[in-house]
């Protein structure tokens, strides 16, 4: 299986700061990752598809991207809203496989 | 689009765990596959499988199952009825978790696009 190593696993920021979560996979996956947020008792909601393709209707200050086997999510400006858990998801080889989430909290 | 799981929401520890997905605004038999994730505390996003209305060659439905589970996993597909359902046997506690069913696709603008709302399901006697 592709192991998708997310850091960090936890952290705390202000609103209005910037904030960048990794994924790393276990191998090559080119362009094959999304990344989801997801808020207590809610369905994850898709952000990023092929590792830097913003979804429709999500803000412009989330951003995705790429460098080898590492992938960025990086939230510019942090909104009150945004304070939630990131997964990302790798979507080139079965089984597909998440990773283990990274809960942004309020400073 | 709007999918909606439904299914017992307590399965006994050995027992089968069945729940079944609703699709509305899209049909099963699109180009999309038809996919179960699970999400729990200890196991976080769990992919459990995909299902395909039709194989390359045949009219067989195609399924790909996470190698952990496949052993216990059948994914099928009903079209007359635009649902898609799971069925996992020998359920443990370790199998209590909410449950989404999710429409992919092998377009990167469509990967896991719509999921369910989710159903908790645990596994207790």
């Known amino acids: 299986d592709i192991q998708m190593t997310q850091s960090p696993s936890a952290m705390s920021a202000s609103v209005g700061d910037t904030v960048t979560i990794t994924c790393r996979a276990s191998?090559?996956?080119?362009?094959?990752v999304a990344w989801f947020q997801q808020k207590p008792g809610k369905v994850p909601k898709r952000l990023i598809y092929a590792s830097s393709n913003l979804q429709s209707g999500v803000p412009s200050r989330f951003s995705g991207s790429r460098s080898g086997t590492e992938f960025t999510l990086t939230i510019s400006n942090l909104q009150p809203e945004d304070f939630a858990t990131y997964y990302c998801l790798q979507h080139n080889d079965y089984p597909y496989t998440f990773g283990q989430g990274t809960k942004l909290e309020i400073k | 689009v709007h999918l909606q799981e439904s299914g017992p929401g307590l399965v006994k520890p050995s027992g089968t765990l069945t729940l079944t997905c609703a699709v509305s605004?899209?049909?099963?038999?699109?180009?999309?596959?038809w996919t179960w994730v699970r999400q729990s505390p200890g196991r976080g996003l769990e992919w459990i499988g995909e299902i395909f209305h039709r194989g390359t060659i045949s009219n067989n439905p195609t399924t790909n199952y996470n190698p952990s589970l496949k052993s216990r996993v059948t994914i099928s597909i009903d079209k007359s009825e635009n649902q898609f359902a799971l069925k996992m046997n020998s359920v443990t506690a370790a199998d209590t978790a909410i449950y989404y069913c999710v429409r992919d696709s092998g377009r990167a603008e469509n990967w896991f696009e719509f999921w369910g709302q989710g159903i908790l399901v645990t596994v207790s006697s």
């Open positions: 605004g899209d049909s099963v038999t699109s180009s999309n596959w």
């Open positions: 191998r090559d996956i080119d362009d094959y």
